[in-house]
């Protein structure tokens, strides 16, 4: 019952993200066509860190407020999560994404052939990998961050929120001309799915999912010094333990 929790958590954690973000690109669209200055970047990006900031702090004593599968798979690839429950997790946010999708279709259906329902896309004259490049990066920090605050249990984890929050919304800024930092491929997937744009889709998969496995495997090297002693305890213990059953 545990388990089912963090996985409704996941897949409403995941839907708000992903209907607030991609419909901040929405709204600004409709603002702007009936003449108005729209939200800009800037409102845009506001959007996404808080509703970063929100959801965890909401639902981060539930299943940790992934909401992305980018963070998933690097914890599951520095083994902090078994698989099943990072397969689960990720098609838990999968499917929140793509409902939020299709909910922004129904509530924004002009944008679909404009803004492409605030799917993620290239700038103009951007090379892929550029995109994928930018990416990286942000995803990087972003989840490095996630490691720093919010998982690590000697930081300040009341602050993580806020942190991860700032995260996502300078890498929006930063970003949006370039790859439209999406830092999530679940926060590109949904309204992609809705829309049915999936020009270089792959860039918000292969670019976020690298960067945070880049940033998981740093962390543990450089920074975790508790979690290298733990292992290290473990290897101690394990060898010792086969040493005695020999004798």
């Excluded at 329902?117 to 892929?128: H, I, N, P, Q, Y």
């Excluded at 990066?137 to 942190?163: E, P």
């Amino acid at each position: 019952m545990d388990s089912f929790k963090k996985y409704i958590a996941e897949f409403l954690g995941t839907f708000t993200l992903v209907f607030i973000a991609a419909g901040a690109v929405c709204t600004d669209y409709y603002l702007q066509r009936a003449g108005g200055a729209g939200i800009g970047v800037l409102g845009i990006s506001i959007a996404y860190g808080l509703a970063i900031v929100s959801i965890t702090y909401a639902l981060s004593y539930i299943s940790g407020a992934h909401i992305n599968p980018a963070v998933t798979i690097a914890c599951w690839i520095t083994r902090r999560m078994n698989p099943n429950t990072a397969i689960n997790y990720i098609i838990a946010q999968i499917a929140g994404a793509a409902l939020a999708g299709f909910v922004l279709k129904t509530l924004f259906p002009e944008a679909m052939y404009t803004v492409h329902l605030g799917t993620s896309t290239l700038g103009d004259e951007v090379s892929v990998m550029q995109g994928l490049v930018m990416e990286f990066i942000i995803s990087f920090l972003l989840v490095l961050t996630i490691f720093g605050t919010a998982i690590d249990k000697r930081s300040f984890s009341s602050f993580s929120g806020l942190t991860i929050g700032l995260v996502v919304l300078f890498g929006v800024l930063i970003s949006s001309p370039i790859s439209s930092g999406a830092m999530n491929p679940a926060r590109a997937f949904g309204p992609a799915i809705a829309s049915g744009q999936f020009s270089h889709h792959y860039i918000w998969w292969i670019g976020p999912v690298f960067g945070g496995i880049a940033a998981a495997f740093f962390y543990d090297v450089v920074f975790a010094e508790k979690r290298k002693k733990e292992t290290e305890a473990r290897k101690t213990a394990t060898r010792t333990s086969r040493q005695k059953k020999k004798r």
